[in-house]
């Protein structure tokens, strides 16, 4: 078993996309979830990512380390309550299958228990030594994680454990891989930008979330400034993006080149004028697709009113792919079911004051 550490403050959105990378994931509690197995995992679009080694343990951890809400995986020592005693308790009766020096950090996931993390790192490590562990804080061998976490867990029906029930959790674990968090640089730092272009960390969410991985093909058929492809192409898929401006397949081409590249060692990208509700590719063409729809309620895109690009869009979609996300300013569930999909999961992800996005996670029915 395993102990997710989660980032941002959104819990049932980051246990959904750790989905992706282990199994079983349940929430515990704000910040912290479990899984059965870490590593590669299973979509509906095929094969494993990789291969998994015996028992559940993670390979070479790219799997957590493409996630963009997860900050690591720790394997599982202990868990009790988010209390100091409760804890050193836990680590004096658990197995220990270590050797090497050691070092323990603690974390009071945002600040939801009261335990002082200098506190719980001294009497957790005077355990360790007390059972014949060196303690190296410089360059340990192992680190041992202790997140302590309270408060009431988030709701969301599509989430194992987001039952908005109080908690209580202290997670004692070996640091097994931390992610990456490689994104592409903020968009307004690429080679070309528009505004409101989307957060990296949001559009490698989105992509993993809709199958990306290396040895995939993701699509976005309305990729503006292209971050949803270029997060696809950094962690390992090939990409496949179109929109209808010109000058936004122009400045995908520059971001893609720029930030993923074309040499033989990069993934393949390919990206054209296109309209996404006639895309001219064969049926089941692609592993996934993302989107993030215009916005805006008297928007007219092209020669379609919105409502109907978009319904488009999710009918071709769901021709050449089995799985795919929408973001958007609005809930597009009803358009996505009569297209052919069903729904997985539903997000409301807040932005800023005046944007809420809504993220629909579809399976092709």
């Known amino acids: 078993m395993y102990w997710l550490e989660l980032a941002g403050e959104t819990d049932a959105f980051a246990a959904r996309e750790a989905a992706t990378a282990a199994t079983g994931v349940e929430l515990l509690a704000p910040g912290v979830a479990s899984a059965g197995s870490v590593g590669p995992n299973r979509t509906e679009s095929g094969a494993a990512d990789g291969a998994r080694v015996g028992g559940g343990a993670p390979d070479d951890g790219a799997a957590i380390r493409r996630l963009a809400y997860t900050r690591a995986a720790h394997e599982a020592v202990a868990r009790t309550d988010a209390d100091l005693d409760a804890a050193v308790a836990a680590l004096e009766a658990a197995p220990l299958d270590r050797s090497g020096a050691v070092a323990v950090r603690a974390r009071n996931v945002r600040n939801t228990a009261g335990v002082s993390t200098t506190d719980a790192e001294r009497a957790l490590g005077g355990v360790l030594v007390d059972r014949g562990f060196e303690v190296d804080l410089d360059d340990p061998d192992h680190v041992l994680r202790a997140l302590f976490a309270a408060g009431e867990r988030a709701a969301h029906e599509a989430v194992p454990g987001a039952d908005g029930g109080d908690a209580s959790v202290c997670a004692l674990g070996w640091v097994a891989v ?19 272009s989307m957060a990296p960390a949001d559009a490698r969410a ?62 393949d990208w390919h990206v054209a004028r296109g309209d996404a509700t006639a895309l001219p590719l064969r049926d089941d063409a692609v592993d996934g697709i993302a989107f993030d729809a215009p916005y805006g309620r008297q928007s007219k895109v092209a020669t379609h009113d919105l409502t109907d690009l978009v319904s488009g869009a999710l009918a071709e979609a769901a021709r050449v792919a089995p799985r795919a996300v929408v973001v958007a300013d609005r809930d597009w569930r009803g358009p996505a079911r009569a297209a052919g999909w069903t729904v997985d999961a539903a997000f409301e992800r807040r932005v800023h004051r005046s944007l809420t996005r809504h993220v629909l996670v579809l399976d092709r029915a």
Do not use: H, I, W
């Not at 931390?178 to 409101?196: I, L, S």
């Not at 270029?230 to 081409?253: F, I, P």
């Open 178 to 196: 931390e992610a990456a968090r490689d994104f592409a640089p903020k968009p307004t730092d690429r080679p070309f930008f528009q505004p409101g």
């Open 206 to 267: 989105y992509v993993n979330l809709a199958g990306a991985a290396p040895g995939r093909t993701l699509l976005d058929p309305m990729c503006g400034t292209g971050g949803l492809p270029l997060e696809a192409g950094l962690v390992g898929s090939d990409a496949v993006a179109c929109d209808a401006q010109r000058k936004m397949v122009r400045g995908t081409r520059e971001n893609l080149r720029e930030y993923v590249g074309g040499g033989s060692e990069s993934p």
